[in-house]
Nanobody, 120 residues
């Protein structure tokens, strides 16, 4: 079992920066991939960025070059540094962790989400 708690959301101006954090607890050693998704009311959940246990990082095209995902293994915390924010980045940001079982089963864990609002 894994528990995820996001923090750091808020209101920022377009062009500004914000860093959101995801603190993981529980069976953190079992996490294979951890990262961020976001959702705007009325829209689908969108992948933002992920980082694997091996350090492989993936970004969505919409945030690549602006957002940076990183992790602090000692504190079991993953960060998403968001720069050059745009109004379209406004969303609830959810931390997600995946455990990949040998049989190919993927178990997902989700945080409660943190609101990020970018004003124009």
């Amino acid at each position: 079992q894994v528990q995820l708690v996001e923090s750091g959301g808020g209101l920022v101006q377009a062009g500004g920066s914000l860093r959101v954090s995801c603190a993981a607890s529980g069976s953190t050693f079992s996490i294979d991939v951890i990262g961020w998704y976001r959702q705007t009311p009325g829209k689908q959940l969108e992948l933002v960025a992920t980082i694997s246990s091996g350090g492989i990082i993936n970004y969505s095209d919409s945030v690549k070059g602006r957002f940076t995902i990183s992790r602090d293994n000692a504190n079991n915390t993953v960060y998403l540094q968001m720069n050059s924010l745009k109004p379209e980045d406004t969303a609830v940001y959810y931390c997600n962790a995946k455990r990949v079982w040998r049989a190919g089963i993927v178990i997902d864990y989700w945080g409660q989400g943190t609101q990020v609002t970018v004003s124009s």
